[in-house]
């Protein structure tokens, strides 16, 4: 009962204590009516507060709440003596990762800096922070880690040339968390003991929410190290440039640059005649192509476009209109679908879907068309681009002027359904014209703008949305372009999703794979036997992504 004086002075509520005098019958009836005004009252607190974090959110995704962060952390630290044993110690300045803390001290001696988070009931954390110079007088760094809520003992770790060393302890008590992702995940198989699992850190992108969105990082124990908050939507992927900046999307319309410290020195708009969605890459020059789709057309076609943000300028440039380059394939679908990156969107036309870019180094890309279940080729991107090969099914275009340039299939293997996260692999020990390439392999076999195709020409290709049978496959070609042919080299199941998800072969030989609408992620070794799974509670449907970064000569050594 602590919280009914909140109530107090609520109609309903005075209307309650009246009928509690009145009669027994009517204090029954009048509390139903109470409990129905507290959840009113609850869900319109709960909305104040979403409504009040997503007006701080968007508020730090501009350059002049940066820049003032900026002159107020300036104005700080030259309040501070800010040396070895008097360090300078805020938290999140820029309002970017919620748990981390901005460190800045200087040392009479040229010293590397690493430390290690412990707070009580969970793994430690240890990193070698990064610095321009591995042994340097000056250390100004972002410290991540830190357990929200708890007490956290921070050893800070100097070492100079000669292998000596000095240790400094500070106490933190960690920020509480701006959204409501566990701390720590459920291990649904935990790693044996001494199974090497590697560095780095998995970024959750896309435990999509109706409230307030984020990008998370976890540790190899499945603990929290950093919650990123973005605007809407969700990051799809992390892309580190040469000038020392992380660039991720914010939202359908927004793509940033953030620092080492965290703060975010670049925040471009799309503008409005595009949106984003599903993923991007940055091209030899520094600027990043991203898939979208084109706003106010006619024809409703959504996300068949690939444009060119400048990360120096901000302008945007259409790279390809997917309609035209395969405009007879487009025109034998039907005028039917939705639109993932706006769900208020309605009878768009949904005919290709394009999930994934990769860049090659000679001008080229791959494409992932989800709704089609084929893999694209296109040369020349940024000046000229044209269709090289498709691989895939060939019967999904039979009957279309893109149908005889599909690669042949060398093996007895089954195609792909609805793939996702494809990686092209360069290889120097094969020749050239040969690479390999992995992915998702969904499995599941459907498209709105299709609704004849008979899916079952693809073997073992599940049809349905939820199965207890079916499942989803990491699988890994090589393709020879030379001789036209692809080949599976490697293959193995994983649990089933649908639709989402992604693969990442790991620097220590192992596969990452994220099933997302199981909400499950995991490290596989090269013979797909699982060596460790994490479940992370749903916001609504499912993890769009989980990659792992090192952030080597980001936030760390």
């Not at 019958?25 to 005004?37: Q, R």
């Not at 193995?492 to 909400?519: C, H, R, T, W």
């Not at 797909?528 to 992370?536: H, Y």
Request: charged residues 25%; hydrophobic residues 35%; contains cysteine.
């Amino acid at each position: 009962m602590k919280s009914l004086p909140l109530l107090s002075n609520h109609p309903r509520v005075r209307r309650w204590t009246a009928a509690v005098v009145a009669s027994a019958v009517a204090s029954a009836v009048a509390l139903g009516v109470c409990l129905a005004s507290y959840d009113n009252v609850d869900a319109a607190i709960k909305q104040n507060r979403i409504e009040r974090l997503n007006a701080r959110i968007e508020n730090v995704y501009t350059a002049d709440y940066q820049d003032m962060a900026d002159d107020k952390l300036e104005q700080e630290k030259s309040k501070s003596s800010a040396t070895e044993d008097n360090m300078f110690v805020t938290e999140d300045p820029y309002g970017t990762n919620t748990t981390s803390l901005y460190v800045y001290f200087t040392t009479d001696d040229a010293v590397a800096v690493s430390y290690t988070v412990h707070a009580d009931g969970y793994t430690d954390f240890t990193r070698d922070t990064y610095q321009e110079s591995q042994y340097s007088k000056t250390h100004e760094f972002q410290l991540l880690g830190l357990i929200p809520g708890e007490k956290n003992t921070v050893a800070i770790t100097l070492t100079d040339a000669d292998g000596k060393s000095r240790t400094h302890a500070i106490e933190h008590r960690g920020a509480s968390l701006l959204g409501n992702e566990e701390v720590q995940l459920e291990k649904t198989v935990a790693a044996d003991s001494g199974e090497d699992l590697g560095g780095g850190l998995y970024a959750i992108l896309g435990n999509d929410s109706d409230e307030q969105d984020f990008m998370f990082y976890y540790d190899t124990n499945g603990v929290l190290r950093g919650e990123i908050p973005v605007l809407y939507y969700r990051s799809h992927r992390l892309l580190f440039d040469d000038d020392g900046l992380m660039w991720f999307s914010a939202s359908t319309h927004h793509m940033v640059a953030m620092n080492r410290l965290g703060k975010l020195e670049k925040i471009y708009d799309l503008g409005s005649d595009y949106i984003l969605h599903h993923d991007y890459a940055m091209d030899s020059n520094g600027d990043i192509v991203l898939l979208a789709t084109e706003l106010g057309r006619d024809d409703n076609a959504v996300q068949d476009q690939v444009i060119k943000l400048s990360t120096s300028t901000g302008s945007v440039t259409r790279l390809v209109d997917f309609g035209e380059l395969f405009a007879d394939y487009k025109a034998s679908t039907t005028h039917a679908g939705t639109d993932e990156s706006d769900s208020n969107a309605k009878n768009r036309w949904d005919w290709l879907h394009c999930n994934t870019i990769q860049l090659l180094d000679d001008g080229s890309a791959l494409f992932s068309a989800r709704e089609t279940s084929t893999i694209i080729k296109v040369d020349d991107l940024e000046s000229d681009p044209t269709l090289d090969y498709m691989i895939g099914e060939p019967s999904v275009w039979a009957g279309t002027d893109e149908a005889s340039s599909f690669l042949t299939k060398s093996g007895d293997f089954s195609d792909t359904g609805g793939q996702h996260s494809i990686t092209y692999v360069a290889d120097d020990s094969l020749p050239d014209g040969q690479y390999y390439m992995y992915m998702f392999d969904n499995n599941f076999g459907t498209s709105l703008t299709r609704p004849d195709f008979d899916w079952s020409v693809i073997d073992g290709i599940s049809t349905e949305l939820s199965s207890d049978t079916a499942n989803s496959r990491y699988r890994k070609y090589l393709v020879n372009e030379n001789a036209g042919t692809y080949t599976e080299v490697s293959s193995f199941d994983v649990p089933y999703s649908p639709y989402v998800s992604s693969a990442q072969e790991l620097d220590n030989g192992q596969i990452l794979i994220d099933s997302g609408m199981k909400g499950l992620f995991g490290q596989y070794n090269k013979d797909g036997d699982l060596l460790a799974q994490f479940k992370m509670t749903l916001n609504s449907a499912y993890i769009y992504r989980v990659y792992k970064y090192d952030f080597s000569g980001f936030y760390f050594a």
